[in-house]
């Protein structure tokens, strides 16, 4: 898997290889989300209920994922994900699911859920 980096370029190519894993992943299900750089890459997330997501922290530093729907918590991962650790949520229902990282409040994205 890709590794943190500190270049900005670099983090711009990251990211487009996300995009190419994004599409691939469709086939199975399966939507893969970097922790890269304390942030959620990509940071709005497409997807249909049955889908998997599976978050994945590239940071060398601890990071978790909660996600909330109307303000109410709907899944949660383990406090502190470690480096390479993944966390795999199923998306049961339409939506809008908004993330934010427990450990760092200004990590945030969303997960826009087409039926
Ligand atoms: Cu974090």
Known sequence: MRRRSLRPMKATLSAFA?????????????LHVAIENFVFDPPTIAARVGDHLIFVNHDEVPHSVVGSRDGAEVFRSVEQMDTDESFEV???????ITIVCGLHGSMTGKIVVEP
């Open 90 to 96: 199923l998306i049961d229902r339409p939506g809008e």
């Open 18 to 30: 996300v995009c190419v894993a994004f599409s691939d992943a469709r086939a199975d299900g399966a």
